[in-house]
T-cell receptor, first 112, second 113 residues
Framework: NAGVMQNPRHLVRRRGQEARLRCSPM?????VYWYRQLPEEGLKFMVY????????ESGMPKERFSAEFPKEGPSILRIQQVVRGDSAAYFC??????????FGPGTRLTVL | KNQVEQSPQSLIILEGKNCTLQ??????????LRWYKQDTGRGPVSLTI?????NTKSNGRYTATLDADTKQSSLHITASQLSDSASYIC????????????FGRGTSLIVHP
């Protein structure tokens, strides 16, 4: 059973470009969480999704950020018109619902 | 507001020594508390989980304690190894309508030979 997969592992974007981060949950997991981690900071909750539904997006900025978890395929975190402040490590975690969260290796986004 | 505070922020110990990391939380109502280990450049990996009724739980050289009355937890590492160098994160999950966990900022542990 493969673990949570994220790609790309490293992403470099120039200011104003779009960043697309992908997360494939563990097999059988229908719940996905996205977190952001700044250097020397703890993980901050962004959004919680189930298949085809956004359950809680209270931690995600209202502008430029969006997330989806389609019926088929990975969950996508999209950041439009990136700014330098978006540079961070983005982690996704999956679970069966209320159980242990299994984390992916993260995507490190660098905005030039 | 749900908060998780960890101390110390960083810790340096010699290989073979023991250490204890602390976690205080205000999350309520409480469902469970997990300790995660995060190696540099990797995602967190769960070490232990504790529910309201549990006081102590061990996983190899890791022993976690929980005092639900004072809302405190500790993670004790015995006979430290170089591979224990990592960030240790305390994560508390509420019960009730929200399942969103609250993360501490972590304790950065460095084990020197």
């Amino acid at each position: 059973n493969a673990g949570v997969m994220q790609n790309p592992r490293h992403l470099v974007r120039r200011r104003g470009q779009e960043a697309r981060l992908r997360c494939s949950p563990m097999k059988g997991h229908s719940h996905v969480y996205w977190y952001r981690q700044l250097p020397e900071e703890g993980l901050k909750f962004m959004v919680y999704l189930q298949k085809e539904n956004i359950i809680d997006e209270s931690g995600m900025p209202k502008e430029r950020f969006s997330a989806e978890f389609p019926k088929e395929g990975p969950s996508i975190l999209r950041i439009q018109q990136v700014v330098r402040g978006d540079s961070a490590a983005y982690f996704c975690a999956s679970e069966t619902g209320g159980g242990e969260q299994f984390f992916g290796p993260g995507t490190r986004l660098t905005v030039l | 507001k749900n908060q998780v505070e960890q101390s110390p922020q960083s810790l340096i110990i010699l290989e073979g020594k023991n250490c204890t990391l602390q976690c205080n939380y205000t999350v309520s109502p409480f469902s469970n508390l997990r300790w995660y280990k995060q190696d540099t450049g990797r995602g967190p990996v769960s070490l232990t989980i504790m529910t309201f009724s549990e006081n102590t739980k061990s996983n190899g050289r890791y022993t976690a304690t929980l005092d639900a009355d004072t809302k405190q937890s500790s993670l004790h590492i015995t006979a430290s190894q170089l591979s224990d160098s990592a960030s240790y994160i305390c994560v508390v999950r509420p019960s009730g309508g929200s399942y969103i966990p609250t993360f501490g900022r972590g304790t950065s542990l460095i084990v020197h030979p």
